[in-house]
Structure formats: C-alpha cells, structure tokens
C-alpha cells in the first residue's frame, strides 16, 4: 500500500511517496518510493515541476497517486496548478475531469 506524504512551505512543497515492503510475510520499515515537487509563485497557484518514481517501484501507478492528491490538495484549498512536469501534464489535461484546476 502506497502512503502519501505532504509538506509544504510559503515557496514550494514536495509530495512524497512511501511504501512498505514485506520480507516472507513480515512488513519492513516503510521506503520512500517517490517524489512530486512544485513552486508556490503566488499563494493559489501551484506549479508542478518534477515528478519521480524511484528504480524498481516504477509502474505501479505512485506518480499518477502522488499527482492526484496535488488535485485533491489544490481543491480542498482553493488551488489551481499549472503542470511544468511532462507526467502531470499528460495526467491532467488528457481529461476534463481536473479543469476545474487547472491554470
């Protein structure tokens, strides 16, 4: 199970990917497995500029994860977010669903 993690400052903010792993049957410590960051340029704005998944947890669906609570964190928060990064832009803009963020 992917874990979300949030963090945020007046400037920027970073959505981290965490997971546990299992070793034959025993849950590990968890691992971050991912990483989506973005620039504050205005205080409703939101610019995602980067979007990685870590070697060895690709395909798993976490970016589209990480990409989709900055929507629900932008809503929640009266956000909009332009996507710099290629990943966010193909998820955001190949439907209607997320134009109600979108800048």
């Not at 070697?55 to 990409?67: K, L, N, P, T, Y």
């Amino acid at each position: 199970m992917i874990t979300i993690q949030h963090q945020e400052t007046e400037k920027n903010g970073i959505f981290e990917a965490w997971m546990r792993a299992t070793e034959e049957g025993a849950c590990t410590e968890p691992v971050q497995v991912g990483e989506m960051t973005y620039q504050r340029p205005t205080p409703q704005r939101m610019i995602i500029d980067h979007t990685r998944v870590f070697d060895g947890f690709e395909g798993r669906g976490i970016a589209r994860q990480m990409v989709l609570a900055a929507v629900d964190f932008a809503r929640a928060n009266n956000r909009h977010i332009v996507p710099v990064c290629s990943y966010a832009q193909k998820v955001l803009t190949r439907t209607d669903e997320y134009k109600d963020i979108l800048r």
